[in-house]
């Protein structure tokens, strides 16, 4: 027989539901270990008040840290100097800055800053460490001006006029 809980019997199987609480001290590590991981998460995607400011600090501190990683040599050859090649940590970090962002717009504006601060920062951090030096930012070689390259002809010749026709 069931009673009310208001009358201060409780149900038989209402004591199944009762969570438990940790009995030993392992237990008891683990749940704050769970806990510990848990405010990490919440505090990193939707926790931080994500002003400009901070923003800019972010990108800066993602450079700094990226262009660590690329330059010094004991990283070489680890995953760590991959991020440099890869997405994703890269998207990582942008996960970051549109889950602590309150709006769609402000959330592309402040990702696309991001990007815009810590990408060239990266290479600004690596040149005096570089062999290339200012060489650094010629990476991705163009053959010319944009407009006029060897592996392709133009396709309207300008300034060019036939002569003797007519």
Do not use: H
Request: charged fraction near 20%.
């Amino acid at each position: 027989m069931t009673g009310r809980v208001s009358d201060g019997i409780i149900a038989p199987n209402a004591l199944a539901l009762v969570r438990r609480a940790p009995n030993t001290v392992r237990e008891r590590r683990i749940m704050e270990k769970k806990s510990a991981l848990r405010r990490i998460t919440d505090k990193l995607y939707g926790g931080i008040d994500l002003t400009w400011p901070k923003l800019i600090l972010y990108a800066a501190g993602t450079a700094v840290l990226t262009a660590v990683l690329l330059t010094v040599p004991v990283f070489k050859g680890t995953s760590f100097a991959r991020m440099g090649e890869t997405l994703e940590a890269w998207i990582f970090f942008a996960v970051i800055v549109m889950a602590n962002c309150k709006k769609p717009l402000e959330s592309a504006l402040k990702t696309f800053v991001f990007f815009l601060i810590s990408q060239p920062l990266i290479y600004l951090l690596q040149v005096p460490f570089s062999w290339q030096g200012w060489g650094l930012f010629r990476y991705y070689k163009s053959s010319g001006s944009s407009l006029r390259s060897s592996r392709f002809p133009p396709l309207i010749s300008v300034g060019t006029s036939k002569k003797g026709t007519g």
